[in-house]
């Protein structure tokens, strides 16, 4: 059942913030519903879940449709360009911004519909190729100030996926890695919201929670595999 499983991760997460000394509202719970079918979102949201996630843009869109009320979608999978005109009315967080000019793409956008967003920007803390994000630090401390500024556009905090091992320690050293540099962010930009820490997926959401995730995003756990 879907709503013993919502709440087995939900019993995962109190237990990681007891054991952390961590207050257990101090991490949101984003269900990513990827290559899951409207159904279940329905299925979710009649079992009380509010906040989603989706990795691709057209897939979100039409999965969604009529369903947004009262919810909060996330982005977090790649943005391209040409995209961005999909965010307004959509997505109220875009997690994986990349670049200041996925950033200033969705603020022309925004403020054609008067809309605005939060966004996170993408930190590759695991150094994997396959992986989008900021791959320097210095780089992406210089995006964060330059977004700051954009119409529509409210930084937030940083999105990361941890490095895809077993090895517990190295995924702990780059949630660290990450969450320093969210710091550093907070001290350059001292009028911005920046309050949120997103990593933490199904096989790591412990060690993210004892390294001061604020945000999990919480896919096979909830819904099972996904069909590729
Ligand atoms: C798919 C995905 C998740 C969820 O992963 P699970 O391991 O299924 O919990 C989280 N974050 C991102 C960016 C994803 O693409």
Known sequence: MLT?????????IATACIRAGRSVDGVQLVAVTKNHPREVVQEAIDAGL?????????????KYQGLLDGIQLHLIGHLQTNKAKFVPG?????????????????????????STCSILLQYNSSGEGTKSGFAEPNEL?????????LPGISVRGLMTIGPFTEDRAR????????RLLCERVRGQLPDAAINTLSMGMTDDLDIAISEGSTEVRIGTAIFGSREK
Do not use: C, K, P, Y
């Not at 013993?4 to 995962?12: C, L, M």
């Not at 509010?50 to 039409?62: H, K, L, P, S």
């Not at 959509?90 to 008067?114: H, N, P």
């Open 4 to 12: 013993d499983r919502i709440a087995e991760v939900r019993d995962q």
């Open 141 to 149: 401390l210089e995006a964060a100030e330059q977004i700051q500024g």
């Open 50 to 62: 509010r906040v989603f996630g989706e990795n691709r843009v057209q897939e979100a869109v039409d």
């Open 171 to 178: 995924i702990a050293g780059a949630f660290e890695q990450t």
């Open 90 to 114: 959509v997505f109220s967080w875009v997690e994986s911004v990349d670049s200041v000019r996925i950033a200033e793409a969705i603020s022309r956008r925004l403020s054609d519909s008067e």
